[in-house]
């Protein structure tokens, strides 16, 4: 995980590397950064790096097989 890790002065750029999506992506990091910084750490992050739930789900009135049997579905007249 940590061996692409280069200093960006000497960072190699290919043949068909976007420059212009390469720039937003800094700019995106550098902002991101900044809001952490000024309200917070994990005030912003990507999708990516998944979330801790501090809630769960009441499931009380669930039904253990609500997805397997149509017998146990509530029926409304």
Do not use: C, H
């Not at 750029?13 to 937003?24: H, N, P, S």
């Not at 005030?43 to 769960?56: C, M, Q, R």
């Not at 039904?63 to 509530?74: G, V």
């Amino acid at each position: 995980m940590l061996m692409g890790l280069e200093p960006k002065a000497s960072r190699q750029v290919t043949l068909f590397e976007d420059t212009a999506a390469t720039d937003r992506r800094s700019r995106l990091n550098e902002t991101m950064d900044r809001i952490n910084s000024r309200f917070g750490r994990r005030t912003v992050a990507l999708a990516g790096a998944g979330i801790e739930k501090t809630w769960s789900m009441r499931a009380s009135n669930v039904t253990p097989a609500y997805t397997t049997d149509w017998n146990n579905l509530p029926k409304v007249r």
